[in-house]
């Protein structure tokens, strides 16, 4: 595990020698796609001078803007890709040559490794090689649009293909700065309403947007628990992301949720949280299952009964608390009691292993139970809908002004501002 978690996401460990031959071929490419920017700004240009209509002007102008973001995307594309093909190429043939010279049967659990790792590499060769033929889509849907004298609509279909390029570099850029031991496994998102105003409708409005945060990175949300609330809302809620880097993409969002009502009284104004939810994020173990070595006499297993009559459902649900540092998990998504017990236990092996790892320890029974913080404690994030519209992210000083767009799952701002902050 130790050797799989000092890599990034797309590319683990770049080799220190890539950064010369990077920036010279930045450089180079920056100079080609100059000439093509001057062409395509100066085709506008003389477009809209032949335009005598005032509306198809204000067109023109919105093509102009169009073809600037395809210019920008592609540009970046045409800097970044091919180096990242070279470098990811390369280590893809490494983990090749070390399969056909190692015994896969001498050490299953290696060559298990090996293989994952393999696999890795060879799905990130063909994600920038994917990315490769979307930047040549998008310019030469721009170069019909030209040739079809401005047509509207190609340049609409070249800017999607430039999103998806821009899409794809982003989750590549952001992943290289995922070097924490479990960033790299999925995640398991626990949601939990508070206590205050309407805190079970805005626990379901995170959860949606976890949902649709996944969604757009092209990946689903499966939802395992759920306990719904009389007025609508919900309890609290339980989703599984089963793909990789979901808990390094997620673990930012750990913390309470606010929203957020100011209301004006005369000339001051009063500020009301008006709903809140907890959120925790447990790294979700895909590949394998972790070894760790839990005592039974430290854990406290409540009994369905208990369980059951505190959540108000029939399903099996179990409870385990760590007696050494008073954290607890559940599970009740699950169809026996067994299931359950050994979702639970997986869950708090890997809080622990978190928690440890943050303590700087090696063993999850060095854990200082005065040093674990409570995450349902702690702000991360608040949401303003009057009379200011503005999210506002606690841990990293982010503000942004649309809370719907947050809420409709366009996270990835905040989560790349999370990222940054645990590099400095």
């Known amino acids: 595990m130790a050797s799989m978690a000092a890599k990034p996401a797309f590319v683990r460990k770049a080799a220190a020698t890539s950064t010369t ?80 010279d190692y015994n896969l049967w001498d050490d299953p659990a290696k060559s298990n490794e090996i293989l994952t790792k393999l696999g890795d590499s060879s799905k990130v060769v063909d994600s920038l090689k994917d990315l490769t033929y979307k ?94 609330s ?22 930012g969002e750990k913390g309470v949720h606010y929203m957020i009502r100011s209301s004006s009284n005369g000339s001051a ?12 994020v447990i790294p979700l173990f895909l590949n394998h299952v972790s070894d760790q070595q839990i005592d039974d006499a430290d854990l406290i297993i409540a009994s369905p009964s208990v369980l059951e009559e505190e959540h ?3 399903k099996p649900s179990v409870r385990i608390q760590h007696i050494p540092t008073g954290i607890s998990v559940h599970s009740s998504g699950e169809r026996s009691q067994f299931a359950n017990k050994i979702k639970a236990l997986n869950r708090l092996k890997a809080k ?34 009057h009379p200011h519209r503005l999210v506002e992210d606690v841990k990293t000083g982010i503000q942004l002004p649309d809370p719907n767009s947050v809420l409709d799952g366009n996270l990835e701002t905040l989560i790349g501002a999370h990222i940054n902050t645990r590099q400095s």
């Open 21 to 100: 031959s990077f920036c010279s071929k930045w450089r180079g490419s920056k100079r080609k796609s100059h000439s093509l920017t001057q062409l395509l700004r100066y085709s506008t240009i003389r477009a809209s001078h032949s335009m005598d209509d005032k509306n198809k002007v204000y067109k023109q102008l919105g093509l102009f803007s169009l073809k600037k973001k395809i210019e920008d995307a592609v540009l970046r594309a045409e800097m970044l890709a091919p180096t990242a093909l070279e470098l990811e190429e390369a280590r893809r043939n490494k983990q090749e040559a070390i399969i056909r």
């Open 352 to 385: 622990l292993l978190v928690i440890a790892w943050e303590q700087g320890i090696s063993t999850v029974n060095d854990i200082k139970r005065d040093a674990v913080g409570d995450i349902w404690q702690k702000d991360t994030r608040k949401y303003m809908s």
């Open 269 to 280: 104004l009063q500020e009301s949280s008006s709903a809140s939810a907890g959120v925790d």
């Open 230 to 251: 009389p007025n609508g809302g919900i309890r609290s809620a339980t989703i599984e992301f089963e793909f990789e880097f979901a808990y390094g993409f997620l673990s």
């Open 135 to 228: 930047v040549e889509e998008a310019k030469l849907i721009t170069q019909l649009a030209e040739i079809d004298a401005i047509n509207f609509g190609l340049f609409k279909q070249a800017y999607n293909a430039s999103l998806d390029v821009s899409k794809v570099l982003d989750q590549y850029e952001m992943s290289k700065l995922l070097k924490g031991p479990y960033d790299m496994e999925g995640a398991c998102v626990i949601i939990r309403a508070g206590s205050e105003g309407y805190s079970e409708i805005w626990a379901s409005r995170l959860l949606s947007m976890y949902i649709k945060w996944a969604k757009k990175q092209g990946y689903k949300g499966r939802v395992v628990e759920k306990c719904h």
């Open 312 to 314: 108000s459902q029939a």
